[in-house]
């Protein structure tokens, strides 16, 4: 089964650029998405289809897919950003939406 | 404005049955391919199943196979979830989701989430 993979922490300085990336065999020929989601809140959408932003995400907020892995840049990360950041992408052989482990950013 | 709002949570005993319900409302319900997710407590975002704008199709994740089925009522503007044969794996907060794409037939992203129901499994 398709599977992607996502370091289980990350941290950062305010200000600083974080990056969070998510590793598929062949991920850079599906769309990915990502997602954060604070304690007790639901997750929302943050980069869909590789690199678009959903309207009200700052522009801070990036992303990119390539080969076998997909990234999510925060640009000027700020204390607000501190999350858990899942990756997700749709695997047409299985028909089943796939989920990353899930990233906890940090904000040091 | 756009909204999902699922009910039907609370503690059920494994081997149980349980439906649960997701309300939508600020858009056209009938055009949005509709999704579940699953939370355990302190765990990650694991989909369920996903059945298609029409109703037409509908996908289901290994572990709920055979014990979970999705529906909807667009005349309502509902979705729905059945789970039968519950088992202690399947505590968990519950999630309705929007797929991003209008007449979707290929599930891509979720744009609009619900605030989730919890379920809990057990003797």
């Known amino acids: 089964s398709y599977e992607l993979t996502q370091p289980p922490s990350v941290s950062e300085s305010p200000g600083q650029t974080a990056r969070i990336t998510c590793f598929g065999d062949?991920?850079?020929?599906?769309?990915a998405s990502w997602y954060h989601q604070k304690p007790g809140q639901s997750p929302v959408l943050v980069i869909y289809?590789?690199?678009k932003r959903p309207s009200g995400i700052p522009e801070r907020f990036s992303g990119s897919n390539s080969g076998n892995t997909a990234t999510l840049t925060i640009s000027g990360v700020q204390g607000m950003d501190e999350a858990d950041y899942y990756c997700?992408?749709?695997?047409?052989?299985?028909?089943?939406?796939?989920f990353g482990g899930g990233t906890k950013l940090t904000v040091l | 404005q756009v909204q999902l709002v699922e009910s039907g949570g609370g503690v059920v005993q494994p081997g149980r049955s349980l439906r649960l319900s997701c309300a939508a409302s600020?858009?056209?319900?009938?055009?949005?391919?509709m999704h579940w997710f699953r939370q355990p407590p302190g765990k990650g975002l694991e989909w369920v199943a996903v059945i298609l704008y029409d109703g037409s199709n509908k996908y289901y994740a290994d572990s709920v196979k055979g014990r979970f089925t999705i529906s909807r009522d667009n005349s309502k503007n509902m979705l729905y979830v059945q789970m039968n044969s519950l088992r202690a794996e399947d505590t968990a907060v519950y999630y309705c989701?929007?797929?991003?794409?209008?007449?979707?037939?290929?599930?891509?992203?979720?744009?609009?989430w619900g605030q989730g129901t919890m379920v809990t499994v057990s003797s």
């Open positions: 997700q992408a749709w695997d047409s052989s299985s028909a089943h939406v796939i």
């Open positions: 289809q590789n690199t």
């Open positions: 989701a929007r797929d991003r794409g209008i007449f979707g037939v290929v599930p891509e992203c979720f744009d609009i």
């Open positions: 062949k991920l850079g020929d599906k769309y």
């Open positions: 600020g858009f056209t319900f009938n055009s949005y391919t």
